[in-house]
């Protein structure tokens, strides 16, 4: 049971450049979320997803796009990379978004762009 | 105003300290609190959960306060292990529920 894991670890990007964080999660959670970490602040909600098929926008959606075409796996890609969208990307997972539910987190996507 | 305020930190103890960290939120409608931990250059993961009855784990105790709307985390016999950031969390029932994260605290425990 591996978990949540995300690739690539780190990449650099050049302002314009478009790339694809992959996220899978082998647990069979509904719930799947993409969130970036700024230094010294709090993790901020991209986009999530409830189910196959089916996405939402977080909090900070704008230069982001996501798909969820199955249970295990939910992409994000960036299309046109800023130096604003430099962060460190967590992928997490949860079995439903009740009252009392946590959520797992992948070991998160350094991303530089220059 | 942010919907969940930590101090920032640094906190810097030696080992064997007691330390607390207090974490306040600003939506009535939050329905459950939690305290993550985040070592550095990792992912957060959840390290319990905190009910309005208090809860402890180990050396670790958690209580609610939801008339003042705080809650806090207090770490007893501090590790050199124990060095790393502690976010609060809290689920807010919006319809559906959502999930705020706190900006964490720092906490280093030295020799």
Known sequence: NAGVTQTPKF?????????????????NHNYMYWYRQDPGMGLKLIYYSVGAGITDKGEVP???????????????????????????????SSYSLGREETQYFGPGTRLLVL | RKEVEQDPGPFNVPEGATVAFNCTYSNSASQSFF????????EPK???SVYSSGNEDGRFTAQLNRASQYISLLIRDSKLSDSATYLCV??????????????????????
């Open chain 1, 62 to 92: 704008n230069g982001y796009n996501v798909s969820r075409s199955t249970t295990e796996d939910f992409p994000l890609r960036l299309e046109l990379a800023a130096p604003s969208q430099t962060s460190v990307y967590f992928c997490a």
């Open chain 2, 90 to 111: 809290v689920n807010v029932k919006t319809g559906g529920f959502k999930t705020i994260f706190g900006a964490g605290t720092r906490l280093f425990v030295k020799a």
């Open chain 2, 46 to 48: 959840l390290l319990m």
């Open chain 2, 35 to 42: 305290w993550y931990r985040q070592d550095c250059r990792k």
């Open chain 1, 11 to 27: 990449r650099i990007l050049k302002i314009g450049q478009s790339m694809t964080l992959q996220c899978t999660q082998d647990m």
